[in-house]
């Protein structure tokens, strides 16, 4: 039996995924496998960057296909206005999407000892629960169930109802701990989290990062990094004028809306100093195109992973909804949050687990 394998969904999930084998014993190095669904974001050429380091065995791309790729399922998707049909087209709903994706996965799961799965709400996590096999959860982002407890909000009405025909029956499907074959759910930090799960595991992303080595350091850069000559470049060239303000985007609203609360930020923040911008690695908008003026970081690179440049420092680093407490090469932080939000969108958009 192979011994471990990583599903991952974002860059984010990637990194995490480096610090956990790199945390590991030496001579459990390139023994894993790691998986990069295609279905969220467009991994480019990471997978060939990750094979080149030797740290895993081998490397996958996956090729998961959301509920809406088979129109054959729009049909349990209606709300029939009663709980019990709509639970009767839940389950029904449950088994077909884990069968339908059966043709896209890359490998046989029964193969491996241990399974880590980022993102089980996707289909990945319907196919291994169908199928009765055992995995561990993994938060999506740092904390984000601080803010966005995805199980309970999706389950709103009924949720302990949901999460036992889940846990126990596997009729249906809740994510994040409550999934029949999920062994634990990993997350940084436990006391920051509203709602108890008792699949819930703690693991802490900086004490991962503490135990680098500057080797590990240099491997993860290696696979993350698509120019480093050129990012030295930018760093030395950043350190050449003074305050720096560092603007990090979110996937949020819609496009125009987006674009404005960006502008907005922009100019509440440029007169403290100069203004650079590092766009999410899922943000769709051409923040290049539109905001030209501004020097940029590669979206794909994680916001983490630049901690560990030594020269690279700003004075302020600004998020709206990006978790930031572990930048360390900023003097201040500064996360907006959901009352600067409010201002652009419906609140019940973005604050989910106030409505739990």
Known sequence: MKERIYVCHTYYHVYVTFLKELNLPEEKHGQATLVLSKMSIDFEHLKERVERTGLFEQVFEYDE???????ELAYHNRDRGNIVFNMLARISYTRKLAKLNEPYVPVDFREYGDIYVYCDSDPIGYYLNQH?????????????????DAARYDNRGHFKLKAFLSMYLNLIFVQNGYGKYCLDME?????????????YIQQSRQALVERLKPSDKELILQAFIRDKEGLDRQIEESNQVGDKIL?????????????????????????????????HPRDALDYRKLFPEYPQFDATVPMEMLNFFPGLRFK????VLTEIKAIQFADEVVRLGEDFMDA???????????QI
């Open 187 to 199: 997350v940084n930090d436990m006391s920051l989290l509203p709602y108890p799960c008792p699949r």
């Open 344 to 354: 652009y969108e419906d609140p019940l958009i973005h604050r989910q687990n106030e």
């Open 247 to 279: 603007i990090l985007t979110d996937p949020l609203c819609t496009l125009d809306v987006r674009e404005r609360i960006f502008r907005d930020i922009i100019k509440r923040f440029a007169p403290e100093g100069t203004i650079f911008l590092k766009p």
């Open 132 to 148: 009765r096999i055992h995995y561990h959860a993994l938060e999506d982002g740092l904390n984000c169930l601080k803010n966005y």
């Open 316 to 319: 302020k680093v600004v998020a």
């Open 65 to 71: 296909k959301r509920g809406d790729f088979f129109p």
